[in-house]
């Protein structure tokens, strides 16, 4: 039998005819209705033989069809929403523990009230001993209130300001923070004039030109994300003028190019969205949280040594954040003698990040960059570091201003602190250092004390035994106490070289990737900021004029 379709007739509908004697019965309207529509990535899409234009296509099946479409993105969205809510809940109930007059004292296990999901045995042990990096849920931390340290005290209007920021992304956004000088100055500010205003951001609302106090700057974020594909993939939809030219090549490309080259982070800068000029980078959470934890390429551990915004906080990035904070305290106290002031303590850890960074060689970069950001920023430091601070048993402050109730809101007073040099306790320090940067100083001391590398691989396979079952694991042995008992010069030579080979590679790729990621013209418009900032803090300063 031979069919052919003929031409539609008066009432839109396909005829046949056939040199057959009788016609065949027409198909049944299920399987009809199965060929007649394809399922594409956010859509269905009818499709016919004749091409039917969307005024011949029955009412009833297309009112039907975009009911399906929108009833499942609401679902999704609304889940979506309820959770982001949710989490900026528990964000600004951390931030509400933050400001409390106890909070000094808030990073000591002992004084708050015991988790419900803890058992008796696991009480007697310190929560870095048995770190669990897969729970889910804030009440999963080691204790109520734990890492409250790490929120920052914002004007209110404008931390709603960045907050709102976050909601014109539909791509789910896990965890948030603001930095940089954008969110926290590091210089005075003047009178900027609406014209300069404008020339950053086109619409400014007053609560971020008063943050920003009369010097305008674009606004720094990092999105930590689940799936960095899927995230690029929905973002590329919403915001492709976000993207370079990579972007033409799909999100497959964007998250390889994320992934595999630098340190993991994907930024898309000068981007305005409600008139606010802002730089958002993008991270995998996985990605985050070994950085955090172990250093190894201490990109995101470093910008988090030093006080950001955290606008939507995620338990677990919040428990490998705590284990970050602790290590760059011990990280400064290890290059410090044995009595130092705050400024100096807070200098030494902002100073971390910087010390093998590629653009501080360059004239690309504040050289005065470490002394403004702890300058114009020691409340917020104070109350990063000072429950930390309470919490070690080898460090203290030594300074009669802290007997007064309000020693951490007065900035007035540069306070003393004093450190036990005994041995055994900065065994412990070194021993408790992130695991990537731990190995390279060991290395390096294996080379310096000259042990068998059968001896010393003996011990490293010691180490590791007892990191994946011991409970007191994280004790100093012979060897650590050796290296803290090295010259107080070579111990501190020591350390900054393996921080600087430890930042100088990922800094460098991250740095070139910015060139693909950001696209030429972006690029060189960045590195034109950053040369007049350099000339700008290099100008020899008039007499009477406050340092920037």
């Known amino acids: 039998m031979f069919v052919r379709p003929m031409p539609p007739n008066s009432r839109g509908l396909p005829a046949v005819w056939t040199h057959a004697a009788t016609l065949r019965p027409p198909m049944a309207p299920s399987m009809c209705v199965a060929r007649q529509y394809s399922v594409h990535a956010t859509r269905l899409q009818y499709r016919s033989p004749h ?47 933050a400001g409390s007059p106890d909070e000094p004292h808030s990073q000591k296990a002992h004084s708050s009230p015991t ?34 340290n790490q929120h920052m005290i914002i004007n209110q209007e404008f931390k709603e300001v960045l907050r709102q920021l976050l909601w014109r992304f539909r791509a789910p956004i896990r965890y948030a923070f603001a930095y940089g000088s954008g969110v926290f100055p590091q210089s005075t500010g003047g009178a900027a004039t609406e014209a300069e205003i404008k020339a950053v951001h086109p619409k400014a609302p007053m609560a971020v030109q008063k943050a920003q106090d009369g010097s305008p700057k674009m606004i720094d974020f990092i999105f930590g994300v689940s799936y960095t594909q899927h995230w690029h993939s929905l ?25 595999k080259w630098g340190a993991g982070v994907y930024f898309n800068p000068y981007v305005t969205v409600d008139g606010i000029l802002i730089k958002y980078g993008v991270v995998n959470i996985d990605t985050l949280c070994r950085d955090l934890s172990e250093w190894d390429s201490l990109y995101l551990a470093g910008r988090l040594h030093k006080p950001v915004k955290i606008l939507r906080d995620d338990p677990r990035v919040r428990l490998a954040n705590q284990i970050n904070l602790l290590s760059a305290l011990r990280t400064a106290l290890l290059l410090l003698p044995p009595t130092f002031t705050e400024q100096e303590l807070y200098a030494t850890i902002a100073g971390i990040s910087y010390l093998g960074d590629p653009r501080m060689a360059f004239p ?7 002394s403004n950001i702890v300058n114009h920023n020691m409340l ?61 100083l060991y290395f390096e001391y294996q080379k310096k004390f000259q042990i068998p590398q059968l001896e010393f691989n003996k011990m490293m396979e010691e180490n590791k035994d007892e990191d994946a079952g011991s409970f007191k694991r994280q004790q100093g042995g012979g060897f650590e106490q050796r290296i803290a008992q090295d010259e107080p010069e070579a ?5 900054r070289n393996i921080i600087k080979r430890t930042i100088n590679w990922p800094s460098t790729t991250q740095s070139i990737k910015g060139v693909v990621t950001s696209g030429l013209r972006r690029s060189f418009r960045y590195m034109g900021e950053k040369i007049d900032k350099y000339r700008e803090a290099s100008k020899p300063e008039k007499d009477g004029e406050k340092p920037t």
């Not at 803890?118 to 990096?133: A, Q």
């Not at 690309?364 to 470490?370: A, G, I, R, Y």
């Open 380 to 440: 917020n430091f104070r109350r990063l570091y000072a429950p930390l601070i309470e919490s070690l048993p080898n460090v203290d402050y030594d300074d009669p201003a802290c007997s007064q109730p309000d020693w951490i809101s007065n900035t007035d007073s540069v306070l003393k602190i004093q450190q036990d040099m005994d041995p055994i306790k900065r065994g412990n320090m070194v021993r408790r250092l992130p695991k990537a940067f731990r190995s390279k």
């Open 491 to 495: 111990l501190r030579k020591n350390i």
């Open 364 to 370: 690309t970069e504040n050289p005065k960059k470490v």
């Open 235 to 259: 973002n590329l939809m919403q915001h492709r003028d976000h993207y370079s030219m990579l972007g033409s090549l799909g999100s497959g490309a964007v998250s390889y190019v994320q992934d």
């Open 115 to 148: 988790p419900s999901t803890s058992t008796t045995s696991d009480l007697d042990l310190d929560w870095e001993d048995k770190p669990n990096f897969h729970i889910e849920k804030f009440t999963e931390l080691p204790y109520t209130n734990f890492g409250v």
């Open 51 to 97: 091409r039917l234009t969307k005024s011949q296509v029955p009412h009833k099946t297309r009112l039907n069809l975009r009911t399906f479409a929108s009833d499942a993105s609401k679902a999704s969205a609304s889940e979506g929403a309820k959770a982001a809510h949710k989490i900026e809940s528990e964000t600004d109930s951390a931030a509400s523990a």
